[in-house]
């Protein structure tokens, strides 16, 4: 084994062990198993099918596809199928127990490791992904590894939406003290030039098949917000009577507001004439004014940006904000450039349980001087999912593929839940236009005037 191979596989190592203790620290750290066991939310999984599923993932992937050892546990692969199995359902299921659950998972990782110790991970950047040699380009620069790593991750943030659905005591952790200065952005919105960038990528070994193939993307000049939108700014739309207004928002948008008879963002309950307090984890606290706004759906976000004389970013101009850098005309992996995310760029992997205020991390704004684009919420933009010309779905089309033209609004940056390894500025999510259990906000942008 080469020094570089063994300094990725250090890597991968590494960033398992962490990722199962994250996940641990939400299911058998935090709860009973009765916890664990009960639907708290017909939206959301018990959390013990979620500890299963990812080890049940972690087996097909690194075990059978990658590794080719016998399975281990082929009995339960149906009932840990997300596609097989709708949200609602799951607590029906004969799942493993909490304890079932932990020694399957520590039995499949210990196979893991010697699968990864014995693997060769081939070129260290991806080779194109043709199908002539289907495990030799799962193997390339560890991608199913870090698949594996990223999906778990995926989980333990969808654990979290879990835990604020989740009536009763507070059971996390509180959050850390901020470490990143204040310093918020010297102007409310910027103006991106027109012209060519480079959007999604060739090259990144992280990176899903939905962010593939790198292409150049030509845009007209427009403004941009340097900051996600705040609480204090929402609450503006509110006392404005934003939810009973109806030229704000959209058909779809209407009937929501009509249906859910909603008058604020999810988890959010009115204290006297103008105050508001909000349900965080089990913890009563009153909003923030600071702080991005929080548990908002697509149609609430495009109701704002109408009322501000604005609209929602397409997926495009939100990564040319991130990422394209005027002075060089070349794109980065993250706003600040290539170096991986610490504490001083972004909020990210559950280091505090919500968004830290905005302009707290000068450090992780782009050279266009936008800010807080990586971590602390998810941004709606105005694109419907689909592929980029060109897409080849890798290695399942059920990761991606088929999510495209189904109605699911993207959203892009992470949330203060996402972990670093999860998260890119080419990074896509998804998400269908009603969610607002997930950590979601967003920010404005506008036409340029003509010159």
């Known amino acids: 084994m080469n020094h570089e191979q063994g300094t990725v596989k250090e890597r991968i190592a590494a960033e398992l062990a962490a990722s199962r203790r994250r ?5 058998l750290e935090a709860l009973d198993d009765a916890g664990l066991l009960a639907q708290h939310s017909e939206l959301m999984s018990p959390l013990v099918w979620d500890l299963a599923h ?4 972690e087996e097909q992937w690194l075990l059978r596809a990658a590794g080719g050892r016998e399975a281990l546990r082929p009995d339960i692969d149906q009932l840990y ?9 799951r607590v029906e299921l004969p799942l493993l127990t909490p304890e079932e659950a932990a ?6 990782r210990r196979r893991v490791l010697d699968v990864l110790d014995r693997a060769d991970l081939g070129p260290l950047v991806p080779r194109q992904r043709d199908g002539s040699d289907p495990r030799g380009a799962l193997l390339d620069a560890g991608f199913v590894f870090h698949m594996v790593i990223q ?10 939406a879990t835990h604020q659905l989740r009536k009763g005591e507070p059971v996390l952790l509180e959050e850390t003290a901020d470490v990143a200065p204040l310093r918020p952005p010297a102007e409310p919105e910027v103006l991106v030039p027109g012209g060519p ?9 992280w990176a899903y098949d939905n962010e593939r193939p790198a292409r150049t993307v030509d845009l007209p000049p427009y403004w941009i917000d340097t900051r996600p939108v705040t609480n204090a700014e929402y609450q503006a739309f509110m006392a404005d009577g934003g939810y009973r207004t109806r030229r704000w928002w959209s058909h779809e948008g209407w009937e929501w507001v009509r249906r859910r008879e909603a008058a604020s963002p999810a988890f959010w309950r009115r204290e006297g004439d103008d105050q508001w307090s909000r349900r965080r984890f089990g913890r009563l606290e009153m909003v923030p004014p600071e702080e991005p706004v929080q548990h908002v759906n697509y149609h609430e976000a495009q109701a704002y940006a109408r009322w501000a004389g604005k609209r929602l970013p397409t997926e495009a101009e939100w990564e040319k904000a991130a990422r394209f850098d005027p002075a060089t005309g070349r794109s980065t992996r993250y706003p600040w450039g290539d170096t991986e995310p610490g504490p001083l760029h972004a909020n990210l992997g559950q280091r505090r349980l919500g968004p830290t205020a905005a302009g707290r991390h000068p450090d992780g704004a782009s050279p266009l001087g936008v800010h807080q684009l990586i971590g602390d919420v998810w941004e709606w933009t105005s694109t419907t999912f689909t592929g980029y010309p060109g897409f080849r779905a890798f290695p399942y089309r059920e990761y991606s593929e088929v999510f495209f033209d189904d109605g699911y609004k ?3 940056g992470g949330s203060w839940a ?3 390894t999860a998260v890119r500025s080419t990074f896509r999510n998804w998400d269908f236009p009603i969610r607002r259990q997930i950590f979601s906000g967003f920010r404005c942008a506008r036409d340029a005037e003509p010159a």
Do not use: C, K
Not at 23 to 27: E, I, K, P, V
Not at 103 to 108: A, G, I, K, L, S
Not at 151 to 160: A, K, N, P, S
Not at 197 to 205: I, L, R, S, V
């Open 23 to 27: 996940s641990n620290g939400l299911t």
């Open 54 to 57: 990812i080890g049940n993932y």
């Open 81 to 89: 199928d997300a596609f097989e199995n709708p949200r609602v359902d």
């Open 103 to 108: 020694d399957y998972n520590d039995r499949v």
């Open 151 to 160: 999906h778990e991750h995926q989980h333990d943030e969808t654990m979290l």
């Open 197 to 205: 960038f480079t959007m999604g990528t060739a090259d990144d070994p």
């Open 410 to 412: 993207v959203l892009r």
């Open 418 to 420: 996402t972990h670093p």
